[in-house]
Each structure stands twice: as C-alpha cells, then as structure tokens.
C-alpha cells in the first residue's frame, strides 16, 4: 500500500509559539486532508486541499498542497492549550477510493 | 443531526469469540468504511463500500466482514476474534467515494479488547 511519511512525530512547544508539520508520499496524489484527534475522539477534518500549489487557511491554521503533490504541509500560528492532540494527513492517490493516513504529529502546548 | 454513530463505544472479547461492531450515518452518504487504529501506525482501511450493496477490501481486511444492505448501516463482523484485533475501530462516511469527493466524517469509535 500507500505510504505516507509525517513529521514529527511529536512536539512540546511553548503557549504562542507557531507549529509547522509535514506529510511525504512515495507517489502522486490527488487530495490531502488534515485531521485533528483528540483523546477518546475520532478525527476531525481542519483541512482539505484538491489542487497543487493550494493554500488553505482556517483560522489560525494553514495547509499547503504541495506542488510535487507528493507532499502537504500544515501551519498552525500562535498556539493555545486547546491546539493539543493528534494531527493527521490523509491523502487520495489519483486511482482507487481508499484514503491513506500518516501515523500522526502528536502536539503539546505547554501554558 | 447524529452524524457518524458507532456503537457499542468498548467490548472485550475472549479469543475465538465473534461480534459485530455497528455503524450508522444518517447523512444520505453513499461512502462509508472501517479503519483500525494502532499506536504509531495511523488508521489503517479494513474495508469500504461505495454504495448499497457493494463492498471491497482495503489495505487490512483480514479476519473481517462487511456487508451494507441499506445506505444508513455498515456493520462489521469479526467471526473470530484473535489478540492482533485488539485496537480503536473507526467508522467514516463521505457523500461520495470518488477522487473529487467530500472527505471523510468520523464516529468516535469503537475500543475492542481481545483477551
């Protein structure tokens, strides 16, 4: 199957402090989501990108689709106790029905 | 509106023991699917469906079956269960499966214990 490569796995910032993470394909795809979870929760969507080269923001975060469309990178600025959970990326190659998930960023925001 | 509903929310099983773990969506969505989730792997898709009366495999389908008779419901069946089906089962539903469609709505999941 489809592997997709997120990063960090894990991170422990400070109140404020913006957040950058990343997610890698070994092929093209056609769409990328990012989903947040957090504990006892299934996911949430934040974002979704279907073009290359898209920037989508909602609120506070920001998503890129990545003009390879082997990558899609997610922003989140000024960060707040209630940012804290798991962030996944989510892709759909251009030929099949299944969506591919990375293993998660699991985000700590410290007050 | 309910959304995406799993039910039961936990179980634990004996090895060997089968059960269904139910899904509804009461969004008129035509796709709908299971993942697994394991901690540091993701979800993983066991199964989906396109629509009434049609399923196929996804990258896990071991060791479970699917059948979706109605467009609200997509149970998922493990006959037998064994210690490696030990893990938070989701179900999600989108309006459509195709490449341009909605994403995905998940349920809240479903945590199984096989003993």
């Known amino acids: 199957g489809q592997q997709l490569n997120q990063s960090p796995q894990s991170m422990f910032i400070q109140e404020g402090e913006d957040v950058s993470m990343n997610c890698t394909s070994s092929s093209i795809f056609n769409t990328w989501l990012w989903y947040k979870q957090e504990p006892g929760e299934g996911p949430v969507l934040l974002i979704a990108?279907?073009?290359?080269?898209e920037l989508t923001s909602n609120g506070r975060l920001t998503a890129q689709f990545g003009i390879t469309r082997k990558d899609s990178f997610l922003n989140i600025s000024a960060s707040i106790p209630s940012d804290v959970g798991i962030y996944f990326c989510?892709?759909?190659?251009?030929?099949?029905?299944?969506?591919?998930f990375g293993t998660g960023t699991s985000l700590t925001v410290i007050p | 509106n309910a959304g995406v509903t799993q039910t039961p929310k936990f179980q634990v099983l004996k090895t060997g023991q089968s059960m269904t773990l139910q899904c509804a969506q009461d969004m008129n969505h035509e796709y709908m699917s299971w993942y697994r989730q394991d901690p540091g792997m993701g979800l993983r898709l066991i199964h989906y469906s396109v629509g009434a009366g049609i399923t196929d495999q996804g990258e896990v389908p071991n060791g479970y079956n699917v059948s979706r008779s109605t467009t609200e419901d997509f149970p998922l069946r493990l006959l037998s269960a064994a210690p490696s089906q030990t893990s938070v089962y989701f179900c999600?539903?989108?309006?459509?499966?195709?490449?341009?469609?909605?994403?995905?709505?998940f349920g809240d999941g479903t945590r199984l214990s096989i003993l």
């Open positions: 999600a539903s989108s309006y459509s499966g195709r490449r341009d469609a909605e994403p995905q709505h």
């Open positions: 989510a892709g759909l190659p251009f030929t099949g029905n299944q969506f591919y």
């Open positions: 990108l279907y073009k290359a080269g």
